[in-house]
């Protein structure tokens, strides 16, 4: 079981613009070969905090016709009362990610946990020394300006695990922390 930070970037490192607007990503629909579903398959558990929520349950597409896109528990950071989206198995939590992570862990049992954004939060579970991967799909575009793919000065680089070209627009790179 292995705890992963997935997300799309651009290339100069944000993974929403200034609007948290995501059509900078969606212009290309996604990669050839599933490579998203694929991963997805792999995880028990996913963790993303209220602002990713909020805009999952608003702006993902096929989620405003009431299909909410995962079977694992999604575990939200949140400190307000938001409401579950209907049919989903919504975990409300927040405060310290060590404990969030036991629980996700007894969910996921041998399967990934996902940390699926933003930045900072995937940031809260490196500081934690809960992250063991990064696998970033960065997009052939620039922003200039938006939400930081992950805010941390680190003292220790990564390893850089494999770098794939996924189509015309994608190259995957995965990292070990
Ligand atoms: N490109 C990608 O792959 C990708 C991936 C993920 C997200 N995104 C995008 O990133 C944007 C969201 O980013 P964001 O900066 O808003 O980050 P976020 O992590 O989604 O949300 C931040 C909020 O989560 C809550 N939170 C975080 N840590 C907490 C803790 N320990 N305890 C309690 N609450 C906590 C707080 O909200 P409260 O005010 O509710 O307490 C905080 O303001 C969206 O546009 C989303 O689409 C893109």
Redesign the pocket.
Known sequence: MKTIYF???SIDGF??DKN?S?DW?FQFGEPKGNYIENFVNTVGALA?????YE?MCNSLPGVGNGQWPYKVPAFV????NLSVYPGADIRFV??D?NSVHQMMAIEAKDKNIWI???G??AG?FYDAQLLDELIIQFVSVTLGEG?PLFPRNMKKPLKLESVQRLDQEFVEVRYSV
């Open positions: 997300a799309a970037s993974i929403s948290n995501l990503l993303m905090g209220s602002g990713t805009w950071f949140t400190t307000r927040k405060g990610v699926v954004g933003g900072e939060l809260k939400v």
